[in-house]
């Protein structure tokens, strides 16, 4: 078991790797993607590149990997510039791991994949080969060597395009988004590679968990420059920080509260319980459900579901576990055997066809879900298949852009907007139909923290039948009552969401484990607490004091230990006090400087240390 | 009891054979029906064969494995694109059906020799019976009359012939259509396709066609899937297809949009092979080396096939 990540060692930071100095970009439409960027990276570093969506990132690493020419400034790999020769070797030293493997798996079969990196690094067929072999044995995927990509599953084909940097050995890893769309069992595979490269690190991800396990610094960007550089401790310890930039996770660090206090904010609980008469029937009944594609391959088996007007359920299980071929079914898009009722009505060749003015679906990659050139028509398609009047689509238009926070918006491009406004516009465009039953398919894939809190909020306001596929577990437990586990093309479990997770056992069966998770989790719950406290520390200070009968004042340091007061993070309140690192706080300072600064810390305990009290006073105040 | 009646103006001197009208029915739908009977034979033969296999050992190679097999695997690619190039066209040079027929019968020998795969063989039969099935079905009632043709008229329309010799015409496209499709398994399966695309580009075929094909073949499934997706999106939100400007707006937001992602997915393709270090040409797949037994075997092979052009013209 891999220690948290204020336990891994410090990175073994030798030389500046990377410099980049007053670096502007523009695209060639005119949009200032980077301005006035300098950032030095040393060799070994582990670096976390965070920021919302559209901030720079994406473009910053493009820069490091010379894909994208600076308009001004520099852009330096060991000392030289990145242009030229020097671009064309360092390109086959430094690894860029692309969101989407399909982008990135270009070859015939794995290994021509994989063999590609080292064979344009001059190596001969044979050692390119066996290097190829070796990155697909590191990344489990030796037995798939000679498969085609289009064949692997997501997951497979995620650590198929990392084998192909790893083939190449470099000595940088560019990773952009290395985890979205990943069950966590493949997360934790994928996460378990990463931390065993001893190379320089960049990673890119809204997933701030995985970057605190992962990463040992932090640079933030926003509207394409670097407003913070942090150590990761100190990024996910400044609650207020990572609200101003839009990326405060901690809602995630929140615990449930079943609906029995007053919990998070986002909690759905306090919708309308289902209707459980014993008189109404489900609104969805499968029995005995069982589906095959063509091709011969089961994917559904002996599937019971019965789904209840007003529940909340959540869908979960491993990529493949046919919780896909079970939407398709439910919305009438694959016919299996076995019974199917909607409202107690058998359905029919006749009703399939009809299903989808009762059912609605948020896709997980929303470009699959939005065709339209403008947000008001895009709305309008669906209420225009409904045969909805003019004066009724604009009504139920405004009413649904409103509902999900895009006023306004009617007449944007969809294509233009970003990931998280384009999630909640397709969710606009299935709520504007009213549909009965509501499946949200891995609605978190993607967003941004503020996004993602935002989606959450909106989802939990609504009063609607809710069937939600997702990874997420926070997700799962923050939206859903009742939690409906699959597993390889059956349903394994179906118990109450709280069961689901005081169940350990049923996560590791389904590769639902969150192990670093919830490590990072309390980790950094740990680091976000905060209390009133006062202790003892020396620095520079403006203090009247007499050298050989003569009283003056001046800046002085000399060995003098004084109280003074400030809000830290604390390990726990019956734990002693750490302050061994340097952190950035601000607090007052007799000399009238204040600011975010770093200074030693006295440790507490420490008997020489000590002043006129002789401990630390400690006082929390559970200021969270 | 066919009827042999005076001829047409334009008919100068076939003879002419009158049937009934209802028997063009059964010229029409007969073969339809045991076409599609066929096809959908076809399908389940190659849906049962695929859901029977059982997943490959995907840890050796799945052409280069089975090496020893075949002499077409061992065969230098280069020599076998050339001889299986020159006698499909020599096949096309056919001008009878006995010999075409021969074709076949020689093709499937290759097949044998190949242990190529009978479904995919199948799926690639599929494939040109629609084209095979236009041949059959127009041209004997459109090719123009000769002198000494048979022709059939049903029912008194006189408009309307069924020229025998028109029929043996369309019998000896498709039969030298079936003799070419079934050579092709041999020639593009026996070898992987990267191999195959560095044979035709030191024969000669710009290196970037042969790049294009291979990203092309790679990303085709990457955008049906797309396209699958997006239509799913629009499905579940009422769309069907009518005929109406609606559905033509539809679907040109549709095609546009998707145009659109897959001209972006291009883009990060490019970026992502740059970043790997390409700067215009593939990694060589193999070592291409030229035998003296792989020229006596294209030798031989281009004998049999002048041998079949003479015993045609020799009918």
Redesign the interface.
Known sequence: MREENSHLPPPQVKDTLFCLSSLNYRYPGGIQALSGINLEIASGERLALVGQNGSGKTTLI?QL?G?LLPADGAVRFKGEPLQGDHL?RS??K???L?Q?P????????LI?DV???P???GLS?EP?RQAGLLALERVHL??????A??HLSYGQKKRAALA??LA?QPDVLLLDEPTTNLDPGQEQVFLDLLLDFTGTLVCISHDLLFLYELCQRAVVMEKGRIAHDYTMNDLVAQRSQLRAYGLDFSFRLEPATNGTDDGPSVCARQNSAPSTSPMTPPMIALGNYAFRY???TRALTGVDLSIATGERIALVGENGAGKSTLL?CL?G?QQGRGTYLFEGQPVTRRLRRHL??N???V?Q?S???????SVGEEVA??L???GVSKNEIRRRMEEALSLVRLEGFEARVP?HMSGGERKRLALA??LA?SPKLLILDEPSAGLDPQGEELLLSIIAELDVTLLLVSHDMFFVNALSRRTVVMHQGAICQDLSTEAFFRDPGLGNLNGLAYTFRQRCGEAIRVLQHEHAHSHFHRHLHDHPHEHAWVAHDHLHKHNHAHRHHFLHTHPGEDEPHEHATRRYHDHYHHDGDHGAHDHDHFVPDDPSMTGESGESDSKPDNKK | MPLKVPLDRRMADPTLIQMPLWQLLVMVITPLAVLGAGVTLLRWLIRKRSAEKDDPDWSVPQLEGTAGRSPFHRWDVRCKIVTILVYSFMITAIQQITPAFVAIGLSCLVLVVARASLAKVLMRLLAIVGFITMFLLVMPFTVPLHSGDTVIVFGGLNWLHFSMRGFWLAATIAAKAVAITLLMEPLLATAPLPVTLQGLSRLGVPDMAGQMVLLSYRYLNVFRHEARRMSTGMQVRGFRKRSNVATVQTMANFLGMLFVRSFERTERVFDAMRARGYKGHFPDQAELRLRPVDLVGAGLWLIIGVALLVYDRML
């Not at chain 1, 399909?102 to 079969?109: A, E, I, M, N, V």
């Not at chain 1, 699959?368 to 050139?373: A, E, G, K, T």
């Open positions: 493009k990997c894909l064309d390109r086959l430094i690894g860029l692309f989407d399909d982008d990135q798996l270009f070859g015939h079969t021509d063999v590609f990196g064979s344009n690094q067929r390119a030796a037995d798939k060597a000679y498969k990509p289009h192909g940097l190449m063509p091709d011969g398709a919305l898009l989808w003015r059912i609605g679906m896709f990659d470009g699959d879900q939005l065709v339209c050139p398609f669906g225009k298949q409904l294509l465009c299935v139909m």
